[in-house]
Structure formats: C-alpha cells, structure tokens
C-alpha cells in the first residue's frame, strides 16, 4: 500500500483559497440555493437552506463557546491569549470529529473484578491537515488521540491564474481504508478544502469516509463544499457571513 506521494496537481477554482484561509467579502451562493441575495429575507432563507444541509454539524452553542469565537475574532487579543484559547476551541471541535468516528463495543474488568460493557475506536481511523493552518489542530487532537496517524497535504493558489495547486501530500499507509478526520480551521469559499478532498478521493478514499473538521465556516462556503460533496459529513462550530481570516496567520506569528 501507498504511505506516500508528492505531486504538483493544477484544479481550476473560481474562487481561490490558499494558505490559512481563503478570501470571500461577498456572499454569492449559487444553485440549488438562492442566488444573489439582495435583501435581508432572501439572505435570511438562504441561511437557513444552508444550515439545513443533511451532512452539516454545527456544534451546539454555549457561551463558554461563544466567548471563545469572539476572542478569536477580536482585533486586540493578543497572540498568546490567541493561541491559549484557539487551543481550548480546536480541542471542542476535535472532540465532536471523534464521535464521527467508527467504533465498537468492548468489556473490560474494573480493579474491583466487575465487567463494565464499553466502547472502543477503530485502529484504522487517520487524521489529514492542510497546512499549514490545519496543523494548528493537530495538538488537540494528539491531545485527545496520542497515537493516530495525521497526514499532510500542502495547498496553494497561483495569483496569476487562481488555481490552486498540490504542491506536497504525504498520508498514512492504507488510507483508502481509513476514516479519515480532514483539519482545516478556517473555510470561506472553499476552494483549498475542495481540492484536498479531490487528492483524497484520486488515492482511493470514499467520500463518505471523510469527516472534515472545521473552527470557522461561511454559509458560502460550506453550501459550496456540502452541495459538492453531499456524501462528506462537515463539523464547525460556527457558520457566519464572514470568518476570521486572520486565524493562521496570528496563530503561526505570521501577521
């Protein structure tokens, strides 16, 4: 079985995303949803159709959660609270991809020599992070899972011709046969998550066995991935008409 593969692949994007996030300051949905929203009940009804798209989670909001969000959304948080509590958000995220997870049931014997019926993951599941943003969520989930295999998968839009191009992938042996967690924290329009998925799916990955695990999504952008990919399930803990594009860039000190 492939461990690994480096390649140089060109996929056309109408929209680029590259780096730690994509950039998208106008909502533009397109069919089967509402296009072109020009007031606020149209905009509102496209929300909604696209909140309600069978294969998107949206972790249920508290206000530990929200505190969080807008932390990391505020211009004057510093880079080290920024890390601290990006950290506490990915290792929610994570925690909600892993219930995506298969598993089975297991017994094991207690210190007091009682039998207690539980659950146990799967050895075959692997984590692939898009980088280099997504490798800002591979410690919560070594936090959560030491052992699982994460691959990589390095993605970047020509700024002359906006396609986005593979310029590096490595994934785990076997990963046809995996579940995979796909990291990505921020998804705006969605080309650089589309192009991962279609390198995933070339080295024999169902779509199905694809969990794409997500900090900040756009309603553009996740109507574009989930319509495109209807058998992928995605998990974010926020869908709003703009994200925080900055997130990589402050996390890595690169802003």
């Given at each position: 079985?492939r461990s690994s593969v480096v390649l140089v692949?060109?996929?056309?994007?109408?929209?680029?995303?590259?780096?730690?996030?994509?950039?998208?300051?106008?909502?533009?949905?397109?069919?089967?949803?509402?296009?072109?929203?020009?007031?606020?009940?149209?905009?509102?009804?496209?929300?909604?159709?696209?909140?309600?798209?069978?294969?998107?989670?949206?972790?249920?909001?508290?206000?530990?959660?929200?505190?969080?969000?807008?932390?990391?959304?505020?211009?004057?948080?510093?880079?080290?609270?920024?890390?601290?509590?990006?950290?506490?958000?990915?290792?929610?995220?994570?925690?909600?991809?892993?219930?995506?997870?298969?598993?089975?049931?297991?017994?094991?014997?207690?210190?007091?020599?009682?039998?207690?019926?539980?659950?146990?993951?799967?050895?075959?599941?692997?984590?692939?992070?898009?980088?280099?943003?997504?490798?800002?969520?591979?410690?919560?989930?070594?936090?959560?899972?030491?052992?699982?295999?994460?691959?990589?998968?390095?993605?970047?839009?020509?700024?002359?011709?906006?396609?986005?191009?593979?310029?590096?992938?490595?994934?785990?042996?076997?990963?046809?046969?995996?579940?995979?967690?796909?990291?990505?924290?921020?998804?705006?329009?969605g080309a650089t998550v589309q192009t991962a998925?279609?390198?995933?799916?070339?080295?024999?990955?169902?779509?199905?066995?694809?969990?794409?695990?997500?900090?900040?999504?756009?309603?553009k952008g996740a109507q574009n991935l989930l319509?495109?990919?209807?058998?992928?399930?995605?998990?974010?803990?926020?869908?709003?008409?703009?994200?925080?594009?900055?997130?990589?860039?402050?996390?890595?000190?690169?802003?």
């Amino acid at each position: 079985p492939r461990s690994s593969v480096v390649l140089v692949v060109e996929m056309s994007s109408e929209s680029g995303e590259s780096g730690s996030s994509d950039h998208s300051p106008t909502l533009s949905p397109k069919s089967p949803l509402k296009s072109s929203p020009n007031d606020f009940e149209e905009l509102e009804v496209f929300h909604k159709n696209v909140l309600s798209l069978s294969n998107l989670r949206v972790t249920k909001s508290n206000y530990q959660i929200e505190e969080l969000q807008t932390i990391l959304r505020d211009k004057e948080t510093s880079r080290s609270d920024f890390i601290f509590y990006a950290d506490r958000l990915i290792r929610i995220v994570v925690e909600e991809g892993l219930n995506c997870m298969p598993s089975y049931t297991t017994t094991v014997t207690t210190p007091t020599g009682q039998t207690y019926e539980g659950i146990k993951f799967q050895k075959m599941n692997c984590a692939v992070s898009i980088v280099r943003s997504g490798e800002a969520m591979e410690k919560g989930l070594r936090d959560c899972c030491r052992s699982i295999r994460i691959g990589k998968i390095l993605i970047k839009r020509d700024s002359e011709t906006k396609e986005t191009r593979v310029y590096y992938a490595k994934f785990p042996p076997s990963i046809e046969q995996r579940k995979i967690l796909l990291l990505y924290p921020v998804l705006e329009t969605g080309a650089t998550v589309q192009t991962a998925i279609k390198v995933l799916k070339e080295h024999g990955v169902k779509e199905s066995n694809i969990v794409f695990v997500n900090l900040f999504s756009s309603y553009k952008g996740a109507q574009n991935l989930l319509t495109k990919f209807p058998n992928l399930t995605m998990l974010t803990s926020e869908v709003h008409e703009f994200c925080p594009s900055h997130f990589g860039l402050k996390y890595f000190g690169s802003d």
